[in-house]
């Protein structure tokens, strides 16, 4: 994700590797779940649930990030399309001339995948998209009865 910029609660977080002044007045989005749109059906409307648990999961659900999860979920629906359509009709065509053509559901299949992949990168649901985040472990309740006896 070079060329970037990364958000302060990132920088923060990765202890601000960079050593540069870190910006005190970014927005910081409410936290929160944000609503389904009403005109998601089927596959889209299942992965917005998935992804709403996995977002929860993670800490990293955002009212703001709504627009965002929508283009990931139309991508994952647009994917399932396209692939249903390749495995009735085939990776190939006849014309009614007798040419063999690729099916145009493989260029659509790619570009929703090359789509999918950039949401998955801005959402953090990639391996490599995780790997540049670190979040704090969260803290263990301390006992009543710890350090009395030191």
């Not at 929160?32 to 990293?60: H, Q, V």
């Not at 801005?122 to 803290?139: F, H, K, M, Q, W």
Request: hydrophobic share 35%; net charge positive.
């Amino acid at each position: 994700m070079s060329g970037r910029p990364k958000p302060t609660r990132l920088k923060v977080i990765e202890g601000n590797p960079g050593r540069r002044p870190l910006n005190e007045r970014e927005p910081r989005p409410r936290p929160g779940m944000p609503s389904c749109p009403r005109w998601f059906d089927g596959e889209a409307r299942t992965e917005w649930r998935w992804l709403i648990a996995e977002l929860k999961y993670m800490g990293l659900l955002t009212r703001a990030d709504r627009g965002i999860m929508i283009g990931y979920c139309i991508a994952v629906a647009d994917v399932r399309e396209a692939v249903e359509t390749l495995r009735t009709e085939g990776r190939t065509l006849k014309t009614t001339n007798g040419n063999v053509i690729q099916n145009p559901a493989v260029v659509r299949k790619n570009r929703a995948l090359a789509l999918l992949r950039s949401y998955c990168a801005e959402l953090g649901l990639s391996p490599t998209s995780r790997a540049r985040i670190s979040v704090p472990l969260p803290e263990k309740k301390r006992s009543a009865w710890e350090g009395l006896l030191a």
